[in-house]
T-cell receptor
Framework: DSGVTQTPKHLITATGQRVTLRCSPRSGDLSVYWYQQSLDQGLQFLIQYYNGEERAKGNILERFSAQQFPDLHSELNLSSLELGDSALYFC????????????FGSGTRLTVV | GEDVEQSLFLSVREGDSSVINCTYTDSSSTYLYWYKQEPGAGLQLLTYIFSNMDMKQDQRLTVLLNKKDKHLSLRIADTQTGDSAIYFCAEKMDTDKLIFGTGTRLQVFP
């Protein structure tokens, strides 16, 4: 157990639907990062939050949004889902400025049918 | 751009050494990392190197950094079947976000 908790582990939904992925960072970690891993795109950075504030944004679609709450957990909202959104979505957390990199959760596998 | 390049596949015999290579883009990156991903699992941090170092050794793992060529490598000595996984290098950008390479799938055969 890495200490980063992601729920649900698996999600199957239809095109056009909306889903919410949840992430609880390691205790004491203020930074949360979301990544998308698909077969042909590798690991793509989506968005970063630090202590509730958005800090950096990657190639995140307008249909996707995220937020970090006062208790530091984060949610990634995916709407108007398309088949191409099927992927593994990872959350990672880190103490800001630390050298030792991120700690990853085990991911949420989203399948859009 | 922010492309970090790795070769896609590497196949080695058990007991041999494996060398996984990575070319990164940002010469100002302060830290570079190697992560391991086993099937169905998240990414696990293996090791990292600070940009002012040339080499770092950690048990069976040796990281070499050529900052001039922006080249990073991971050597795994005495490779075991349990080392079969996808290996990602990553560079740390100024906002603390990590940019990951494309991943190298290491297959170890007996």
């Amino acid at each position: 157990d890495s200490g980063v908790t992601q729920t649900p582990k698996h999600l199957i939904t239809a095109t056009g639907q909306r889903v919410t992925l949840r992430c609880s960072p390691r205790s004491g970690d203020l930074s949360v990062y979301w990544y998308q891993q698909s077969l042909d795109q590798g690991l793509q950075f989506l968005i970063q939050y630090y202590n509730g504030e958005e800090r950096a944004k990657g190639n995140i679609l307008e249909r996707f949004s995220a937020q970090q709450f006062p208790d530091l957990h984060s949610e990634l909202n995916l709407s108007s889902l398309e088949l191409g959104d099927s992927a593994l979505y990872f959350c990672a957390s880190q103490k800001m400025g630390a050298s030792y990199g991120y700690t990853f959760g085990s991911g949420t596998r989203l399948t859009v049918v | 751009g922010e492309d970090v390049e790795q070769s896609l596949f590497l196949s080695v015999r058990e007991g041999d050494s494996s060398v996984i290579n990575c070319t990164y883009t940002d010469s100002s990156s302060t830290y570079l990392y190697w992560y391991k991903q086993e099937p169905g699992a998240g990414l696990q941090l293996l090791t990292y190197i600070f940009s002012n170092m040339d080499m770092k050794q950690d048990q069976r793992l040796t990281v070499l950094l050529n900052k001039k060529d922006k080249h990073l490598s991971l050597r795994i000595a005495d490779t075991q079947t349990g080392d079969s996984a996808i290996y990602f290098c990553a560079e740390k950008m100024d906002t603390d976000k990590l940019i990951f390479g494309t991943g190298t799938r290491l297959q170890v055969f007996p």
